[in-house]
């Protein structure tokens, strides 16, 4: 009797999560999808399948619970699920997936439409549903099973081909999913997204716990204000800013190359889904809110400081370390690193933005960012980076690109966490611009570059803060050796069209420039201009 795979893709996820206007139907969007993904597993496992991808525990469902969207508050199940079955005949086979998706489906509809939600739009519950069941792009593929192959790799091309073939709802004039995000009005549009999944209220980084005047506890689902304000004092400019961070695998198809049969996928899937329980705690721990945890994929949202004065640059270095180490930490029964050839990285995309800034646009742009990150040029093959974008309320923008825990990164930490003034910043930004002539000289030859500052910055107030001027030449010479190590200047974001090619000393002097800016946003005083 054969086995075969079943490979089932599941959507269409970014098209709703472009919808969300709010971190709580940001968090819902992709919730509806992970819980969707979980109950087809469930069904996958009625019908006598073994699941290989995600990790999906085999011996009780009660252990799964760890991992499922009622228990934590994080969606951890990504939109491809493949399992292992051994049918009577192909077509009950074909009979059984096309009944336990549909059934899944008609699930997540029922979940998801309550009584009030139907009073709210006017229309029957099981119109509501109808349409949510239509509107969920849910595709299969079944294959003959082989002994020796990579089930992700092997499913890929076809799942790919599957979801080029959407359908679309007839009836357009009912919209119950933006009615879900968005709910009655400005003032209760939680209400519909808090009777989703049972939500729990403890230990999820989505609620905020608050008392009200009586004393009485509050459950309030956070939003981009309060995600925001997660920081140490309230008289910067930041504590009204929010990032919104997407991160991503790299390389991760090499690495598959290498798993040669359904365990060894089956093991990846379970490191990866450790990984994002892991990295789930740090970004509630650092105060921002998860949306999305599955696989080696990352989306969430969090403010640029926690309360001890952690930046989120250093948050995302240590998600990076995170899912390195459960690569590293894996062994075989021989006490071997299983992966010590292929230890991946990850990349990030970061957006920050003002709070009232439009949500779905902030993640447009991480999305942008992490494209960005993971751009190789020629002749250079390293990824494991991260782009940043800051958009200030004022129209000023900043972007660069860095390699994680590389240099630029090592001196974005060090400028950010010496104490300066932004005036002073400002004025320092001033004069590096004035300069660059004499700079980009000076660079040129190293003996010069401590007499030229020492002559730029030659006031009797420049000796009182002597300290971060020579903190900043630093930085500088240290960059620009390191750009003089990079054949084709990984660091420098983009280059505009009909531009000339820029020096390794104008390319430093920029970056430069970029973190000092950087600096002087994350130190400005509300009010200040």
């Known amino acids: 009797m054969s086995e075969y795979y079943v490979g089932i893709t599941i959507g269409p996820i970014i098209e709703t999560l472009c919808m969300a206007s709010r971190p709580a139907s940001l968090w819902c969007a992709s919730s509806m999808f992970s819980w969707l993904a979980e109950d087809i597993c469930n069904k996958a496992i009625d019908i006598g399948g073994t699941i290989i991808s995600p990790f999906y525990p085999k011996d009780s469902k009660k252990i799964a619970e760890q991992y499922s969207v009622t228990a934590t508050g994080v969606g951890k199940y990504h939109d491809r699920i493949i399992f292992r079955v051994n049918p009577n005949n192909l077509d009950s086979l074909n009979d059984n997936v096309k009944q336990m998706i549909e059934d899944a489906k008609q699930a997540l509809a029922d979940e998801l439409v309550t009584d009030e939600f139907a009073k709210t739009t006017g229309q029957s519950q099981k119109e509501l549903q109808k349409v949510i069941v239509d509107y969920l792009q849910v595709r299969y593929v079944i294959t003959e099973a082989k002994k020796k192959c990579n089930c992700i790799l092997y499913l890929s091309p076809y799942l790919d081909a599957a979801e080029l073939c959407p359908s679309f709802s007839i009836d357009q004039s009912i919209q119950p999913v933006i009615t879900l995000f968005e709910g009655k009005n400005d003032e209760t549009h939680n209400g519909f997204v808090k009777a989703c999944f049972k939500l729990k209220y403890s230990g ?159 993640f447009k742009d991480a999305l942008t960012m992490l494209d960005e990150a993971k751009k190789i040029e020629k002749d250079e093959d390293q990824k494991n980076k991260t782009a940043v974008h800051i958009m200030k309320h004022s129209g000023q923008s900043v972007k660069f690109r860095y390699l994680n825990n590389g240099v630029l990164y090592n001196q974005l930490l060090k400028i950010l966490k010496i104490q300066s003034d932004s005036v002073f910043l400002h004025s320092m930004m001033f004069k590096i611009d004035l300069y660059k002539p004499l700079l980009i000289a000076a ?32 930085c500088l010479k240290t960059i620009y050796d390191d750009v003089k190590e990079n054949k084709n200047n990984e660091y420098y974001y983009e280059k505009k069209p009909d531009e000339k090619e820029k020096s390794k000393e104008e390319i430093a002097l920029e970056l430069l420039y970029n973190l000092l800016r950087t600096a002087r946003f994350f130190s400005e005083k509300k009010g200040a201009k």
């Open 204 to 362: 999820n980084s989505i609620i905020e716990v608050t008392k009200n005047e009586k004393g009485k506890i509050v459950y309030k689902i956070r939003d981009i204000e309060s995600i925001a304000e997660s920081i140490s004092g309230d008289d910067r400019k930041i504590y009204n800013y929010y990032a919104i961070v997407q991160a991503d695998g790299d390389s991760m198809t090499k690495l598959l190359n290498n798993l040669h049969d359904d365990e060894a996928v089956n093991d990846f899937s379970k490191i990866c889904l450790d990984y994002t329980s892991d990295a789930a705690d740090k970004i509630n721990d650092f105060g921002g809110m998860t949306i999305y945890a599955g696989g080696d994929d990352l989306l969430f949202i969090s403010p640029l400081e926690n309360k001890n004065g952690k930046t989120v640059f250093e948050l995302c270095s240590d998600i990076n370390e995170c899912f390195q180490n459960k690569f590293k930490d894996h062994k075989n029964e021989k006490g071997e690193c299983v992966y010590k050839e292929n230890i991946p990285t990850l990349s990030f995309g970061i957006s920050i933005n003002y709070k009232k800034f439009p949500l779905y646009e902030a």
């Open 443 to 474: 660079l040129k030859n190293d003996n010069d570059l401590e007499q030229t500052f020492n002559n730029i910055f030659d006031s009797g107030y420049h000796e009182t803060v002597m300290n971060y001027i020579q903190t900043v030449r630093k």
